[in-house]
């Protein structure tokens, strides 16, 4: 018996998928107990994953996928989701994405999306996977804080 319930979405790389991935992201943050705050940041987070997956990774070429993956656990009482993404574009080395943060980027409109998902998950790992593309997995944690 498995001790973990999952999702698993596959797409084309175009953005008619992400109110529906967000509507997911919520239903699930809901079903963790996660507060209203937290429900929403990470609602952001995943959008801002699926976005990047979709235009940076794929670079908009729909007959490449996007797969999204959420993991309730444990199934009995879920209080933890895990959120998988990934693309199948070339990667990207996380260390090189510019800090957002900085005076020469804070009035560019795009590159806070990671930014993003380090502040609103518990924690987040970047990875090149061997078949190619990007892997982003999120976490987040009822008992943590928003």
């Given amino acids: 018996m498995s001790t973990d319930s999952v999702i698993r979405l596959e797409f084309r790389s175009h953005c008619d ?6 509507v997911v992201s919520e239903t699930l943050g809901a079903l ?5 705050d937290a429900i929403h940041w990470v609602s952001v987070a995943v959008r801002e994953s699926v976005i990047n997956a979709i235009k940076h ?18 199934v009995a009482d879920p ?3 895990t959120v998988r993404v990934v693309d199948q ?9 510019a ?3 900085a005076p020469e980027n804070l009035l560019k409109s795009s590159g806070r999306g990671v930014f993003f998902m ?17 892997e982003v997995v999120m976490v987040k944690s009822s008992t943590s804080s928003s």
Wanted: hydrophobic share 35%; proline share 7%.
């Fill in 57 to 74: 990774g794929n670079r908009e070429v729909e007959d490449k996928r996007v797969t999204v993956e959420f993991t309730l656990s444990p």
């Fill in 17 to 22: 998928m992400l109110d529906f991935v967000q």
């Fill in 79 to 81: 209080n933890r989701l």
């Fill in 89 to 97: 574009g070339e990667g990207f080395d996380p260390v090189e994405v």
């Fill in 32 to 36: 963790a107990k996660f507060d209203d």
């Fill in 99 to 101: 800090d957002p943060l």
């Fill in 118 to 134: 380090r502040s609103f998950m518990d924690d987040l790992k970047l990875q090149r996977v061997p078949e190619g593309g990007m």
